[in-house]
Each structure stands twice: as structure tokens, then as C-alpha cells.
């Protein structure tokens, strides 16, 4: 059998411009896009946007972007890969003219971030097997530490938790 190098991520690199309550895609809305922090919807703040082309050539188009029934981005009915040269706000509209979304400066939005900001609101765990040692994983802890992996204490060992409370979960067998 021969050794296979698996290393390209399967993934779908066309975003889907879902509505943020219901997650179904936003058919038939727009997208216009402006200089950071202004409205990109008035013209005067709107700024050059491009097709990428497959050999890396750009052509710039008119705006607003138009959303498929499938929640993507298409230019005369075809799939497209939009770009800009910087950083810029979105406003997503959907077909009945309704802003779906706002983001005032893409380049400072951060899905990931703004999960772990609304987690906080609740309950903040982190699981062991995010990190490569516990002291990682009790640093970055903020209520609870999910021990999801079969990790051995040891005698002697030490962690410090910086002064936190936490509430540490234990998944599996971890005393060896």
C-alpha cells in the first residue's frame, strides 16, 4: 500500500450568505461593499470590487453583488470569486430590500472571536485535547476545563490556574 500525503482540506471556499435567525441563505439579496465604517450603501462609499478569474486576472464589476438562490455570490448567473485591494464594510440586503447584516470593517471581524465573547455571557470551557499540555488548556480556561481526552496525572504534577475557580470535567479515565 502505498503512503498518501493528505494535506487540502476539503471545505467549500465560497462563503454562504445565510440570514443570521434562521441560517437560510439570503436568495436573490445584495451585497455592497464601502470604505470602512460608512455606509456602502450610498455610492460615494462604495469601492472597486473584483471578479478573480481561475488564472489570477481581475475585472472589476458594478455593485450591488447579487446573491443566488443558493445564499452565493454570482455575476451573470455564474458562481464568482469576489475581491477588493482593502479592507472595506459589508452590508448584506436581502431580496425584499432588508439589511440582513452589517460589518463595519471586515478586516476586524472575527466569527471566531465573537463565539467566544457570546460563550463567556454563559459558560466558558475549554477541552484538553485543543491544547498540547494541561497548562495550556487551565491558562486558557475561563469557568471549566473538559478533560475529553484519556490524560494521566501525574504524582508531583503541578498546574497552576492563576488564582481561577474552575469546574474541571472529566470524560474518561484520567488517574493512572
Request: glycine letters at 6%; hydrophobic letters at 40%; proline letters at 4%.
Amino acid at each position: 500500500m502505498t503512503d498518501i500525503t493528505a494535506n487540502v482540506v476539503v471545505s467549500n471556499p465560497r462563503p454562504i450568505f445565510t440570514e443570521s435567525r434562521s441560517f437560510k441563505a439570503v436568495a436573490n439579496g445584495k451585497i455592497y461593499i464601502g470604505q470602512i465604517d460608512t455606509d456602502p450603501v450610498n455610492p460615494a462609499n462604495q469601492i472597486p470590487v473584483y471578479i478573480e478569474n481561475e488564472d489570477g486576472s481581475h475585472v472589476q464589476i458594478a455593485q450591488p453583488l447579487i446573491i443566488n438562490a443558493a445564499g452565493k455570490i454570482v455575476y451573470n448567473g455564474q458562481l464568482v470569486k469576489i475581491v477588493t485591494v482593502q479592507g472595506h464594510s459589508m452590508a448584506i440586503y436581502d431580496s425584499y430590500g432588508s439589511q440582513v447584516d452589517y460589518i463595519a470593517n471586515v478586516l476586524k471581524y472575527d466569527p471566531d472571536q465573537y463565539s467566544i465573547e457570546a460563550d463567556k455571557k454563559f459558560k466558558y470551557s475549554v477541552k484538553l485535547s485543543d491544547y498540547l499540555t494541561l497548562q495550556d488548556a487551565a491558562s486558557a480556561a475561563v469557568d471549566g476545563l473538559l478533560i475529553d481526552v484519556d490524560y494521566h496525572f501525574y504524582s508531583g504534577e503541578t498546574v497552576d490556574f492563576g488564582g481561577k475557580a474552575l469546574t474541571i470535567d472529566c470524560k474518561a479515565k484520567f488517574i493512572g
